[in-house]
């Protein structure tokens, strides 16, 4: 397998031993990922979808990033959230309204 062009990365709120103990996974992360993973391949996207530990940025959860953008999303908890992200992406540009600065 090649390098993908971009590596998005959601956020799963695992901890060292393994349990989910944050925000993001009990506010959907995790069951977004298969939409995301669909919705790559429908668009013909060149990217890689993986879920992560913890991002440490509990308040802004779900967090989605995307690499090797460095771009950082917050409050991605619906699939209008990761239309507007994979939009943007696709556009090249950054969908303003979810943007963690």
Known sequence: MEKPKYHIIVCASFRVGGEPKGICHKK???????????????RGMDALVT???CMKLCDSGPVVVIQPE????????????????????????????????
């Open 51 to 53: 879920s992560s530990g």
């Open 28 to 42: 959907g992360s995790t069951g977004l990922l298969p939409y995301i993973e669909n919705e790559i391949l429908d």
């Open 70 to 101: 460095n771009v950082w999303y917050g409050n991605v908890d619906s699939e209008d959230a990761v239309d507007a992200i994979l939009d943007a992406i696709e556009d090249g540009k950054t969908a303003s309204g979810y943007l963690l600065l």
